[in-house]
């Protein structure tokens, strides 16, 4: 009767460091991306393109609620010009780069996407709430991590999603 004790014990705490096992796998980021990058793909009328910089600027107004406190990220397959001016990059995206402006609110919500293209752009407007865009990440030591995604957005001209990691200084 003892030895079926122990036993039980024993099985107990090996379901447990099994558990603490798991759980440490999950929270953990599957591995960390360098501040300036991004790894993850804008797919586009079905034609999938690579994003590898990243960007982010603070204080920016959301004209959704008038507030001045969004976060932009910006994420592209071709570095921004030296000296470029993020603050209005939907009105100066450059026209050979491919990308994503990716707005997060005070909340840590996603409030306006823009996406640049080859074929033209797409303005999502400010939002709130909106179930198809999501926004996971944090904020540690001035840089940004995290992970952006769309699922697929259809407009009347083409298909579009996308799904990108990132991690960029907040300017």
Do not use: W
């Not at 440490?24 to 999938?48: F, K, M, Q, Y």
């Not at 507030?67 to 910006?74: A, G, L, M, W, Y």
């Not at 994503?100 to 823009?114: G, K, L, M, T, Y």
Request: hydrophobic share 40%.
């Amino acid at each position: 009767m003892i030895v079926r004790m122990r036993g039980c014990y024993t099985e107990r705490i090996r379901h447990n460091l099994f558990l603490a096992a798991l759980f440490a796998l999950v929270a953990l980021p599957l591995h960390a991306i360098e501040a300036g990058r991004a790894e993850g793909t804008l797919t586009i009328g079905g034609a999938p393109v690579s994003l590898i910089h990243a960007y982010a600027i603070g204080g920016q107004k959301n004209d959704g609620t008038g507030r001045t406190d969004d976060i932009k990220i910006v994420l592209t397959d071709k570095p921004l010009p030296d000296g470029f001016e993020l603050r209005n990059i939907e009105s100066s995206f450059p026209d050979t780069i491919t990308g994503i402006v990716f707005a997060i609110d005070h909340e840590r919500q996603p409030s306006h996407v823009f996406i640049q293209h080859s074929a033209g752009m797409y303005d999502a407007g400010y939002f709130t709430k909106n179930e198809l865009y999501r926004y996971r990440g944090k904020m540690s030591g001035g840089v940004l991590e995290g992970k952006v995604t769309a699922r697929k957005v259809t407009t009347s001209t083409t298909t579009m999603s996308f799904d990108v990691q990132f991690a960029a200084a907040v300017q």
